[in-house]
């Protein structure tokens, strides 16, 4: 895949995400003012945790590629893009482990710092910007041989 089809695919996931947290938050919301929507929220998380995970790896899976091929400069975007991730991600998965009532009692928290994550990727390597073939190829012809 091209970078400017993988950038897109990806950003159009943060999207996708963006939607399971604005809907996440609504009901947990609702079932922590007491309403009975239990099993909603429960969904709405299963959805959320898929999207998250599939996000995940499919960023692995295209970024790395497409990044190590300009070695210094893809290597410095993918060692910063790693260290991050695996930090940060471990921190998201904490987050929405439990039961609907305890991913709830943090939703907030998880929102502003799941959304200021993709906000940053969106900055960083994933930006049309950085994440461009001519880019790409402009950086990797700089490499000394």
């Known amino acids: 895949m091209d970078a ?12 996708q ?7 996440c938050r ?9 309403e009975a929507v239990h099993i909603e929220l429960d969904e709405a998380l299963a959805q959320l945790r898929h999207a998250f995970e599939e996000h995940n790896s499919l960023e692995a899976d295209l970024v790395g590629p497409l990044l190590k091929s300009s070695r210094e400069w893809g290597g410095l975007l993918l060692n910063r893009m790693f260290e991050e991730h695996v930090a940060e991600h471990a921190a998201f998965w904490e987050m929405l482990a439990g039961s609907a009532a ?7 928290d998880l929102v502003d710092e799941l959304d200021a994550h993709m906000a940053a990727e969106e900055r960083t390597f994933l930006s049309p910007l950085v994440l461009r073939e ?3 190829e402009r950086r990797r012809r700089q490499q000394p041989a």
């Open 4 to 15: 400017d089809t993988a950038r897109r695919r990806l950003v159009a996931q943060h999207q």
């Open 17 to 23: 995400i963006r939607a399971h947290l604005d809907r």
């Open 26 to 34: 609504v009901l947990a919301v609702r079932m922590l003012e007491g």
């Open 102 to 108: 305890d991913v709830a009692s943090r939703m907030d």
């Open 134 to 136: 001519d880019v790409i």
